[in-house]
């Protein structure tokens, strides 16, 4: 019987004892012990248990369903996962419908027994609960630091200081503090975020981020740490660092962001423009079109029931039509509006589910694999440059030699730059901090019922909605 291993390990559990190396040395021993052959070590390092969306578990599910596994065996059962309905799913759906029994060595059980499936689900239970408890303790945590007035850390430092772990606090970075207060100082004088941006750039100012642009700026600007305040959530509390900018700075450039959004708001939003919540947003997954309102039969007396419908299906509109073809399903509005209210809602709910989302949309974009790609070539220019300069301290070149040499590299190393800076800004459109404060609010937004204001949040909030048949899938504008 072909055995299948699973190893996985969080960043938090790499510091309890459960490294990757050590569950595949504990495993790879058992499964000699019992004279099983190993197929293949699926591994998950730096993935969280809380869902199922990790790629060595994927590929060990294609080839389960593909039957080239019998047996899975993981070091104990919250590396499989921590939530109950995952687990009992993976069992029972995955393994158990393709003949693929489960052992855990920890809890010295295995599904080829009634009394280890109804272990299995008991344990499930208390790896979900122990996953909501940690939840919990991080949260009241966090809490508890945004209280006594210290920074909740991570690694998005705010732009104007630096975290000193050695004294658990924020310190100025004089360097960046110098160009916040610029940037304020240009703003509330009338100059535009675009011209701002293109005087930044002349001086060469950069923050710990990248260069400066107008989303970054917009951002720094609300950002109330600058005044001496730590945010929890939805609220601020008072800090135990120095404030970079004064109060009164503050609050006059917040009045102008918020009267010039107000008017840009009502400069775009064009009464008719769009009448439904999702219009413009919808595309097909099968063909590439849009989607648009179409009201369906009426029946009796009845009001007709408003469908969202692929153009290339509806063929309303013939320049639309994508594909003749298509058959994508056809969304009644309602319950296609619900379910995307229903994930904006989610994203208040948890706080941790925005940052998850940036990460699923990340997956979907090459533009990470890019930056790295450019990054590389960067450093691999820098080492060429590098033994030139050398060789040239050596006697080895003359100016001009090494200058014929080094120029060109030069000006290709300054494209590159310019290359990944345009890759870096094109992913910061929406932060965290104020995607937030878009999602705590949806409720009351939806409550007060201003169709222009629903529209406007959700157009902030999200780039485009793919539809295939019943599956839909969100792009965040956070990425």
């Known amino acids: 019987m072909k055995v299948a291993l699973y190893p996985r390990v969080s960043s938090v559990e790499q510091a309890e004892g459960y490294s990757i190396g050590e569950q595949i040395e504990r495993l790879t021993k058992y499964c000699e012990a019992m004279g099983w052959e190993i197929y ?26 593909a039957g080239k596994v019998g047996k899975v065996v993981v070091y104990k059962l919250d590396r499989l996962s921590r939530s109950q309905k995952d687990t009992m799913m993976l069992i ?39 996953r909501e408890n940690i939840k919990e303790r991080t ?18 430092v705010p732009v104007g200081y ?3 772990q050695a004294t658990d606090e924020l310190t100025i ?42 989303n970054t700026m917009r951002r720094v600007m609300r950002n109330k740490t600058n005044i001496g305040y730590i945010r929890h959530r939805s609220k601020w509390y008072k800090g135990d660092h120095m404030p970079i900018v004064a109060v009164e700075k503050y609050k006059h450039a917040l009045r102008l962001l918020n009267d010039r959004a107000e008017k840009f708001r009502q400069a775009c939003i064009k009464p008719g423009a769009q009448t439904t919540y999702l219009g413009g947003l919808l595309y097909c997954k099968h063909c590439g079109g849009k989607y648009a309102k179409q009201a369906g039969r009426k029946w009796k007396n009845n009001t007709p ?12 509109v013939p320049a639309m039509v994508k594909d003749p073809s298509c058959r994508n399903k056809n969304w009644r509005m309602e319950e296609l509006n619900a379910i995307v209210f229903e994930e904006i809602r989610k994203l208040a709910m948890d706080p941790d589910a925005i940052s998850s989302a940036r990460e699923e949309n990340l997956k979907t974009t090459d533009t990470p694999d890019k930056i790295a790609i450019i990054e590389n070539e960067i450093a691999k220019l820098d080492v060429q440059i590098s033994r030139f300069m050398d060789l040239y301290g050596a006697g080895g070149f003359t100016v001009e030699q090494v200058s014929s040499k080094v120029d060109p590299l030069n000006a290709q190393r300054k494209a590159l730059e310019n290359e990944m800076e345009a890759l870096t800004a094109a992913t910061s459109e929406l932060s965290d901090e104020e995607a937030k404060e878009l999602v705590q609010s949806f409720d009351d937004v939806l409550a007060r019922g201003d169709f222009d204001e629903i529209r406007l949040v959700i157009d902030t909030l999200i780039s485009r909605i793919e539809l295939d048949e019943d599956k839909v899938q969100i792009f965040w504008n956070f990425y």
């Open 162 to 164: 630096d975290y000193n």
């Open 305 to 316: 029931p408003i469908y969202y419908t692929c153009y290339s299906r509806s063929k309303k």
């Open 173 to 214: 970075n004089e360097y960046e503090a110098m160009q916040v207060n610029e940037l304020y100082d240009l703003y509330i004088a009338g100059t535009p975020l675009r011209t701002i941006e293109r005087v930044f750039m002349d001086k060469g100012y950069r923050h710990k981020y990248g260069p400066w642009d107008p």
């Open 139 to 156: 949260m009241i945590g966090k809490e508890a630091r945004a209280k006594d007035g210290k920074w909740h850390g991570g690694s998005t």
């Open 40 to 65: 293949k070590i699926y591994t998950d390092p730096g993935y969280s248990g809380g869902n199922l969306d990790r790629p060595g578990l994927q590929k060990m599910l294609k080839d389960i369903r």
């Open 92 to 130: 029972e759906d995955e393994f158990l419908s393709n003949g693929v029994d489960f052992v855990s060595i920890s809890e010295n059980f295995d599904t080829t027994t009634p009394y280890g499936r109804a272990m299995i689900g008991l344990l499930a239970v208390f790896a979900q609960l122990e």
